[in-house]
């Protein structure tokens, strides 16, 4: 489980990733939150650099910078906010918020245990499920609203499909796990 787990985790990050890379309008801070996000997921995956925590503080920032960026967007009308620019935003914001409080709490738990699930799901508190569970939603309904809008909004559904995927395959070894106790 842990292990197809990690494969779509990857596969999220990197779709992702060459979405923020993909010919176009391309906006630095998307491009550096995706690198982060691919490092971490790679690191988190196979080389084990950084501790969750290090990784939790860099995508927590990265997603306030979006964050950030996202307010001061709405202030200042864009022409391109039809294609739902803003909401996917708030996506990519929420979902690099909520994968960074995942991996604190993978760093925190492989303090405490060695069990596989825990490892590399997190220990995810009942608080944290609505979260998660609200940020996958998100996710699918931005990805869906970008397939509709058409070509416009393809690299925002890419990017918000990739980071669900992402995201959810995170969550599942800590549900697994809690379902079964």
């Known amino acids: 489980m842990v292990e197809i787990a990690h494969g779509v985790m990857l596969l999220g990050a990197l779709t992702g990733t060459a979405a923020a890379l993909a010919p ?13 996000m691919a490092a ?28 950030i960026r996202t307010r001061r967007g709405i202030r200042r009308p864009d022409p391109s906010t039809r294609c739902g620019r803003p ?23 492989a303090a405490t245990s060695a069990t596989s699930a825990v490892h590399h799901g997190g220990t995810v508190l009942p608080f944290q499920w609505p979260a998660v569970i609200a940020v996958i939603a ?3 309904c931005v990805a869906a609203r970008a397939v509709r809008s058409g070509r416009a909004a393809l690299r925002h559904g890419a990017m918000a499909a990739g980071m669900t995927v992402m995201l959810a395959a995170m969550a599942a070894p800590a549900a697994v796990a809690a379902l079964g106790s």
């Open 87 to 109: 909401l996917a935003d708030l996506h990519h914001a929420l979902a690099l918020i909520a994968t960074g409080w995942l991996l604190a709490g993978v760093g925190a738990a």
């Open 40 to 67: 971490a997921m790679l690191d988190t995956v196979f080389t084990r650099l950084l501790p969750g925590l290090a990784w939790s503080a860099l995508l927590v920032a990265a997603g306030l910078a979006i964050g």
């Open 138 to 140: 998100l996710g699918a």
């Open 24 to 36: 176009g309008r391309v906006r630095a801070l998307d491009v550096v939150a995706a690198l982060v």
